[in-house]
């Protein structure tokens, strides 16, 4: 059963930081492409960034670009999110996702895989 785990969120305040993990299991992710998506209340669902799982590559929503950090550790089968700067607007619960292609480009699949979600609340 394959099992995308969020987990490192949390209550910062304004300027601060939170890395946020993502642990894969169930399957092969070689080929797949790792998102980190946000929703705030009242808001569209937006992605944040992504990674590819195999070669590296990153994207990143203008919002977070210069901020905001995706890695990979294949070993841990863990993708994370660094946050630094972290502002009120930040504020949604942040969602793991695992896709066979680049998450920029499209909308939602039927085979993609989610996660639960951890809050994230930055206050003023």
């Known amino acids: 059963q394959v099992q995308l785990v969020e987990s490192g969120g949390g209550l910062v305040q304004a300027g601060g930081s939170l890395r946020l993990s993502c642990a894969a299991s169930?399957?092969?992710?070689?080929?797949?492409?790792m998102g980190w998506f946000r929703q705030a209340p009242g808001k569209e669902h937006e992605i944040v960034a992504d990674i590819s799982w195999g070669g590296g590559s990153t994207y990143y929503a203008d919002s977070v670009k210069g901020r905001f950090t995706i890695s990979k550790d294949n070993a841990k089968r863990t993708v994370y999110l660094q946050m630094n700067s972290l502002q009120p607007e930040d504020t949604a619960i942040y969602y793991c996702a695992a896709g066979l292609s680049p998450f920029q480009f499209r909308t939602r699949r039927e085979d993609d895989y989610w996660g639960q979600g951890t809050q994230v609340t930055v206050s003023s």
């Open positions: 169930g399957r092969t992710f070689a080929n797949y492409f």
